[in-house]
């Protein structure tokens, strides 16, 4: 339809005013007279409808132009009384371009020139965020002993010839917010269990009077050291601390790094022994009932770690202080038997039992697991081992294994242990306490029973929950635990000549051929073992090196140099292998001089390994934790994935002087 015919049609003056002279030129035809005086009144009509529609355009048009200028004046009126400091301000420079009077009651001292900027008010200032697409500062502002929130926007004049983008802030007071939110937070309740490590030791055959000095002094220490935190001291037992105290004193505690260790190293028994106590802290927590789990936990994590030391622990992981002095040994004869008596049970309601170790398994592990295999069959359990014999550093042990009958079908892979598990499977885990190490995590994960026998320190994470844990940290060998085990469990007329090697084999590995972290269990355990019909040449030639892996083991020391004049440190441009490297430390130890040495090279998958191992008082547990390794004081190793060997070299180096800094 046409356009204008189409508006022509739409109700209105017009479409009347059409017919009216349509009628008026009809009636010509038949009367020219009342024709005409249609017309003329149809063009009075039309005249007087013009001048009406006009009258009415101009009288709208003044009542618009009325009601914006209201509502200017009304943007106005709120820019200049809105009851927050606001300001304008360049992007550029931040200068002023204008603010309210609450804006300049913030800085009372200050003139606003022409020229003046944020920046020059607060220090620092900066309108990036603004640009960023932010509407909020992302610090708060300080100005006059008040604390301010801003937020802010971008905008832009309405003239045609400013196009200079401004940003706009409101400046938000929140004093006394921030002042009750710091109050809550310094606060919070914290709880320590101290835990005095050595008691036993250092008053063992001291008269009753000498201990008693002994607990006072070590009370007084205590003491001393809670009485600036106001907090509440509780003594339990003999040994035994409660202390609660507000979050505001943690940070002093932290850069003091926890001196109750150091202070209480001050009380020396008359044998020459030097107390010790360990730490655990728990906060963060949601109660003072999860504060106190969390402080229990930290106190077991520092006493599997060796003692001596202080261990945080809050909602999401743990914090580790100290540790840097010798494990304290707290074993007795009654704790393996305890030990022995719940495995027992363990076994006996257990269908089938396996062994796992860590990944690339050692002469410690598979010896451990052998000495297992001898508990379980005496209890009339099926046992086996389960190894990755394709990436394994105890070949020659496993051959040695399969000789015996008891063996040719007892060694297993992880895919065929999975196959062959189920619910009434019993895990054990030997020689590591980290998921993220054992043999076949999907194992782990998929056996309702677990149990972990360890001689490392515990890391932060550690395999939880599991049913029977036994990890002695100053222990030298886990074959020197599991020793004891089949002492309670097993006579020696059970144990094959096989076996008793194979233990044998692990603790001489782990103690360096009984130079390293022996001590009197240790030959107890070979004691044992030699007259269970272990053979020391044997042993000799279940850990002999082939031609080649000597050789590589020479072509490392080659490369050896010095750092921090204490530490030796082998950088290998091509992969090794782990026993290679692992060899190749332990002969660093021997040059004059050397306390901690370290071997690091390259992996086929692009990372990096790192093997390291202490004889004197560098933790290299410690320092290799740093990198995501563990262990222990005297050996200690990690593998870092992604990383080139230039780029682990230097966290390597860093690591290394934190630790010494620390």
Not at 341 to 358: D, I, N, R, T, Y
Not at 571 to 597: F, H, K, T, Y
Request: proline share 2%; net charge negative.
């Amino acid at each position: 339809m046409n356009k204008n015919l189409r508006r022509l049609l739409e109700p209105g003056t017009r479409l009347y005013f059409f017919f009216l002279v349509i009628f008026a030129g009809i009636e010509f035809i038949f009367n020219i007279k009342l024709a005409v005086a249609e017309i003329t009144i149809v063009a009075l009509l039309f005249i007087y409808s013009v001048i009406i529609n006009r009258r009415r355009r101009r009288d709208f048009q003044a009542y618009i132009e009325s009601v914006t200028a209201d509502v200017e004046a009304a943007k106005s009126d709120t820019l200049v009384n809105f009851p927050l400091p606001m300001v304008a301000f360049r992007l550029d420079n931040t200068a002023i371009v204008w603010g309210n009077s609450f804006f300049s009651e913030i800085f009372p001292k200050k003139k606003f020139h022409f020229d003046t900027c944020l920046s020059d008010l607060v220090p620092g200032f900066k309108s990036k965020w603004l640009t960023e697409g932010k509407v909020q500062y992302p610090e708060l502002i300080e100005a006059n002993g008040r604390r301010y929130r801003v937020y802010g926007n971008i905008v832009r004049g309405e003239a045609e010839t400013n196009r200079d983008f401004m940003g706009i802030s409101y400046w938000l007071d929140v004093t006394e917010y921030e002042q009750i939110k710091e109050e809550y937070e310094n606060s919070r309740p914290i709880v320590a269990l101290i835990l005095f490590d050595n008691l036993d030791e250092i008053s063992k055959n001291q008269p009753e009077r000498v201990k008693t000095r002994l607990q006072n002094e070590i009370s007084e220490k205590v003491e001393s050291w809670c009485a600036d935190m106001g907090a509440i001291v509780c003594h339990n037992e003999k040994d035994r601390y409660t202390v609660i105290f507000e979050e505001r004193h943690y940070r002093k505690l932290v850069e003091e790094k926890f001196s109750l260790m150091d202070s209480v190293h001050e009380v020396v028994s008359p044998s020459g022994i030097h107390a010790s106590v360990s730490i655990g802290i728990g906060r963060d927590g949601s109660s003072f009932e999860e504060n106190y789990n969390f402080a229990a936990l930290s106190t077991e994590m520092a006493l599997s770690r060796g003692g001596d030391q202080t261990v945080i622990k809050n909602r999401f992981n743990f914090e580790f202080f100290g540790g840097r002095g010798a494990e304290i040994e707290t074993r007795t004869k009654v704790k393996s038997r305890v030990m022995a008596s719940a495995l027992s049970e363990l076994m006996k309601s257990s269908g089938q039992v396996f062994v796992m170790g860590h990944k690339f398994g050692d002469m410690d592990s598979v010896g451990s697991a052998a000495g297992l295999c001898c508990i379980a069959r005496k209890l009339g359990c099926k046992p086996f081992i389960v190894i990755d014999e394709k990436n394994s550093a105890a070949e020659s042990l496993i051959e040695k294994l399969r000789t015996a009958s008891e063996y040719r079908d007892a060694i297993i892979s992880p895919q065929e242990a999975m196959m062959r598990a189920d619910r009434n499977t019993f895990l054990i885990i030997v020689d590591t306490n980290r998921p993220e190490q054992v043999e076949d995590q999907s194992l782990l994960m998929s056996c309702n029973r677990v149990a972990v026998i360890d001689h490392h320190r515990r890391a932060a994470s550690y395999i939880q929950n599991a049913a029977l844990t036994f990890l002695e940290p100053y222990a030298s060998s886990v074959c020197e635990l599991v020793c004891e085990l089949v002492q309670e469990l097993a006579e020696q007329s059970d144990i094959l000549k096989v076996e008793a090697d194979a233990m044998l084999s692990g603790i001489v590995m782990d103690t360096k051929n009984f130079t390293l972290r022996t001590g009197e269990r240790t030959f107890d355990a070979a004691a044992f073992l030699n007259r269970a019909g272990a053979d020391t040449v044997t042993v000799k030639k279940i850990l002999q090196n082939d031609m080649d892996d000597t050789v590589a083991r020479y072509k490392i020391l080659q490369q050896v140099r010095r750092y921090r004049d204490n530490i030796a440190v082998a950088v290998i441009e091509e992969p090794q292998e782990r026993i290679v490297a692992a060899q190749a430390a332990d002969e660093m130890l021997n040059i004059v001089g050397i306390q901690a040495s370290i071997v690091i090279y390259p992996t086929e998958n692009g990372g990096v390994a790192i093997s390291a191992r202490s004889i004197g008082d560098v933790n290299v547990q410690l320092l290799l934790e740093e990198l995501g390794g563990g262990g222990n004081k005297s050996a200690a190793g990690v593998q870092i994935d992604d990383i080139s060997l230039r780029e682990g070299v230097n966290k390597l180096f860093a690591a290394i002087d934190k630790y010494f800094k620390e």
